[in-house]
């Protein structure tokens, strides 16, 4: 029937943006470019994994119209953000970090368009190959920074009242930033787009939180602070303003947005799991040789699906 071939088809498109963008289970081509000169890794990183966000939202009335498509790339997307996340985490290595934080990147692109929410996906494919691209071309300082860092002697431990108050703002900052910005600058509000405010102010809030337990002086609190009410203003304006000119004209069901649970979930372990254990060991060995496997096994199941 026509929905059948619809839906085959759109399921199609998926696989072909999860292929391009390194998702789960053809996610090994990505970190078998690391060989290659850095700009050219940056160039690969920053915009040749772009192709998948930018084939969903192109094609979003075919992709879009099928509810089987929208959950398998919610699916592999939230999967691949906590996997590439976790690896990232464990990676030796600054390039192999960075590779792995795309690969995270592109899943949360690929998952938000499964939200449905094709203008934010857009949006973080922008800023994504802004800051990634830089961050390549500056993986240098980051070896000479890591091995300065190594030589330091620890940080004292925190006390049990300092962390409390610091998680308590690095949970309530980014939350009342979002919301308030959110509110003032764009109304309108979704299902789907509350829920994706809500999964990155958890993000935020992660990214708070580590600093201020490393060092909760009234600096740091000011300048995180600020930092996060700006960076929440931009966040909510620009968003609405690719909503505007990059939103299709017809409704897109995509997945419930209920589902991002199971992402900010494995995402707040990891964390966890980061805070109490840098190497996340033993999960962390287990992981990095999993990844390395991946990449050798990827080009064969790569050349399965192209032939």
Known sequence: SDG???ATVACLLVVAAIARSAQLPLQGWLPATLAAPTPVSALLHAGVVNAGGVLLVRLSPVFGASTAATHLAFAAGAATAVYGTALMLVKPDIKGALA???????GFMIMTCGLGLFAAAIFHLVAHSLFKSALFLGAGMGVRQRAVDRDLPAAPSPSRWTMVLAVGLAVIVPLLALVGAKLVFSPTVTASSLGLLAFVAMTASVALGSAFTTNFAIRTIATGVAATVVLAVGYVTFLDAFAEILEPPIAISGAPAWLLVLPAAGLLMLSVLARNSRNLSPLGD??????????????????GVLS
Not at 100 to 106: A, E, K, L, R, V
């Open 4 to 6: 059948v071939a619809l």
């Open 100 to 106: 792995h934080s795309t690969m995270g990147q592109m």
């Open 286 to 303: 287990a992981i990095y040789a999993r990844s390395v496997a991946s990449v050798h096994r990827t080009p064969s199941l790569m050349k």
